[in-house]
């Protein structure tokens, strides 16, 4: 009961700091750049912030013994698990590749979407409950339970393919937000964000990884928010985001024709930008 | 021979998982098959397609709230069973 309160407030304490970090940084960067301080070092320093606060996070999460590094010592409370959930569902894969996946290949792009929630669906009814009863570590440890060495041999082939196939994307998209910002290597960028990374699940394991995650969420709770709000408020303000609705949409040639697609998907964008912003018109959608 | 409890527990267990699986195939199998019909719908107030809406953004909410509602009818079966933990 006290480890689990413990947890608790720890984890408390970095959502409520991450996020009050977050909010102070993005409120400093753009006091700088009104003061005129080159985009440069504003955009660098916006993706760096919040790796840096994952990475530091990490850090002071760290394990005292394997149990902590393997397990959190199974005390993390039940509302921060889902918080973690939350914040790896809602990562790189959910803000980059879905409304890319939508922008690229319309209703095809869809399968990625559903899939995400729909997983998670399967994953909380037919694997967690079992899992959790079995008291096992690890997937392939619960299958290895149920069927026999053979079967977790071959639930581990699969969870790790699994795992480096979304890693490698995560990796991909991440390293192509941090080299389009600083303006480096895509091999840099991606050696930056392995050692971030490194950062985040070696000193705590676990419990580090969760307490990131956590941080995660945070951020993008306040960014996907200021955002929302930004693009409502872009018809009624004189804020940056109705410059952004005014320019003209780039060509785009890679895109498919969503005019002529039999599943043409409509004004996607009108629902936030309400019906006011007669100023705002995409040809894609 | 199991005892009653555990009889009982086990199918409202199992119905519930039924239940939320159905719901699951609902809105992450059919609605996205069915996607082009249900576009002759249109919600009011925002405008845009049904189809479209229930894709994107709709589908997401349903399942999540699929899955909040299994969590929470699940931990009742649970305490309504086991009251002691463990």
Not at chain 1, 22 to 42: N, W
Not at chain 2, 22 to 48: E, G, K, T
């Amino acid at each position: 009961m006290t480890n689990s309160t413990e947890a608790s407030d720890h984890l408390r304490r970095v959502c409520g700091t991450c996020a009050l970090a977050f909010l102070l940084g993005t409120v400093l960067l753009a006091i700088g750049e009104a003061r005129g301080v080159a985009r440069e070092i504003i955009g660098g320093a916006l993706v760096l912030l919040p790796f840096a606060l994952y990475a530091a996070v990490g850090v002071v999460s760290s394990a005292s013994d394997l149990s902590d590094f393997k397990l959190a010592r199974r005390r993390i409370p039940a509302a921060f698990a889902g918080i973690a959930g939350a914040g790896a569902w809602a990562g790189a894969a959910l803000l980059i590749g879905a409304p890319t996946s939508l922008f690229l290949a319309g209703y095809d792009g869809r399968p990625l979407l559903i899939g995400l929630a729909g997983g998670y669906v399967l994953l909380g009814v037919l694997i967690g409950p079992f899992l959790r009863n079995a008291a096992a570590r690890t997937l392939p440890d619960f299958v290895g339970m149920r069927y026999g060495s053979f079967a977790r041999l071959l639930a581990a082939i699969v969870v790790v393919f699994c795992s480096l196939m979304f890693s490698a994307a995560l990796l991909e998209a991440g390293a192509a937000t941090i080299s389009r910002m600083l303006v480096v290597d895509a091999d840099i960028a991606i050696s930056v964000l392995a050692a971030f990374l490194l950062l985040c699940t070696l000193p705590g394991g676990m419990a580090g990884l969760t307490a990131s995650q956590v941080a995660q969420y945070a951020v993008l709770l306040i960014g996907s928010l200021a955002v929302f709000f930004l693009f409502a408020a872009a018809p009624m303000t004189a804020l940056p985001a109705r410059r952004m609705t005014r320019s003209p949409a780039p060509s785009r040639p890679c895109c498919r024709d969503w005019g002529s697609h039999p599943h043409a998907a409509p004004a996607a964008f009108r629902f936030i930008l309400g019906r006011r912003s007669r100023t705002w018109r995409s040809p894609y959608v | 021979m199991p005892d009653a409890n555990l009889l009982t527990y086990r199918r409202r267990t199992g119905r519930l998982m039924r239940v939320t699986l159905a719901l699951w195939a609902l809105f992450a199998l059919c609605i996205p098959v069915l996607v082009v019909p249900l576009n002759a719908f249109s919600i009011p107030y925002v405008d845009l397609p049904l189809g479209f809406l229930m894709t994107t953004q709709g589908g997401l909410v349903a399942l999540t709230l699929v899955l909040c509602a299994f969590a929470r009818r699940q931990g009742r079966i649970d305490r309504d069973h086991f009251p002691t933990p463990g």
